[in-house]
T-cell receptor
Framework: GQQLNQSPQSMFIQEGEDVSMNCTSSSIFNTWLWYKQDPGEGPVLLIALYKAGELTSNGRLTAQFGITRKDSFLNISASIPSDVGIYFCAGQGAGNNRKLIWGLGTSLAVNP | DAGVIQSPRHEVTEMGQEVTLRCKPISGHDYLFWYRQTMMRGLELLIYFNNNVPIDDSGMPEDRFSAKMPNASFSTLKIQPSEPRDSAVYFC??????????FGPGTRLTVT
C-alpha cells in the first residue's frame, strides 16, 4: 500500500539538542497527524494539522502543515530522555475515505 | 476517561488455531480501525467501520481474516486458521469523525 516518505529513519542525539523530522507525499492531504510510539504501547497522538501552512505547538513540539499540502515536519526542542521512541507521521486525503497513510517512522534515541 | 481497550494483550497460539482479538472503542466515537504492525511493513490498515458498518476492508489479507462490530462498544478481529506469518502486533483505534485516531495498547500475537 501507499506509504509516506519519512526521514530520517533514525536519529541519535544528545540531551538538550533540537530535533527535526519530516514527511513527504506524492499526494495532497487535508490532514496531517504526528504520533509517538513507546515500546510495547500503541501510538499516541501528538499534534493534528488541518490547514495548509498551519503551525501548531504542543509543549516542546512544533509541527507544520506544508503549504503544498504534500509535506509536514515535526520539531522537538531541547530534547530530554523521555523523548525516546518512534515518531510517525500520517496523512489523510480529501473525501469520505478516512484511511490514514503512514510513514515508516523515525526512531529517536537521546543520550543523557 | 477510559481509552481504547484491547484484549488480550498477548496471545500465543499454534498454527491452525482460531484467534479472536477484542476491542472496546472510546465511548462516543463513531469510527473504529483495525491495524497490524510489523517491522517489515509498518502500520497497515486492515479494516475500518463507521457506525458499526464496515466501510473499507481492502487491507484484510485474505479470507482467513474477518472482523465484526455488533454494536458501538465492541469489535472483534478473528483469524481462522492462524499461520506463523500472522505474527504481529494488532492495534485497534477509534475516532470521532474519522480524523484523529486514538489507539489501544495492542495485542501481540505469536503463532508458532
Amino acid at each position: 500500500g501507499q506509504q509516506l516518505n519519512q526521514s530520517p529513519q533514525s536519529m541519535f542525539i544528545q540531551e538538550g539538542e533540537d530535533v527535526s523530522m519530516n514527511c513527504t507525499s506524492s499526494s495532497i492531504f487535508n490532514t496531517w497527524l504526528w504520533y509517538k510510539q513507546d515500546p510495547g504501547e500503541g501510538p499516541v497522538l501528538l499534534i493534528a494539522l488541518y490547514k495548509a501552512g498551519e503551525l501548531t505547538s504542543n509543549g516542546r513540539l512544533t509541527a507544520q502543515f506544508g503549504i503544498t499540502r504534500k509535506d509536514s515536519f515535526l520539531n522537538i526542542s531541547a530534547s530530554i530522555p523521555s523523548d525516546v521512541g518512534i515518531y510517525f507521521c500520517a496523512g489523510q486525503g480529501a473525501g469520505n475515505n478516512r484511511k490514514l497513510i503512514w510513514g515508516l517512522g523515525t526512531s529517536l534515541a537521546v543520550n543523557p | 476517561d477510559a481509552g481504547v481497550i484491547q484484549s488480550p494483550r498477548h496471545e500465543v497460539t499454534e498454527m491452525g488455531q482460531e484467534v479472536t482479538l477484542r476491542c472496546k472503542p472510546i465511548s462516543g466515537h463513531d469510527y473504529l480501525f483495525w491495524y497490524r504492525q510489523t517491522m517489515m511493513r509498518g502500520l497497515e490498515l486492515l479494516i475500518y467501520f463507521n457506525n458499526n458498518v464496515p466501510i473499507d476492508d481492502s487491507g484484510m489479507p485474505e479470507d482467513r481474516f474477518s472482523a465484526k462490530m455488533p454494536n458501538a462498544s465492541f469489535s472483534t478481529l478473528k483469524i481462522q486458521p492462524s499461520e506463523p506469518r500472522d505474527s504481529a502486533v494488532y492495534f485497534c483505534a477509534s475516532s470521532y469523525y474519522g480524523q484523529e485516531q486514538y489507539f489501544g495498547p495492542g495485542t501481540r500475537l505469536t503463532v508458532t
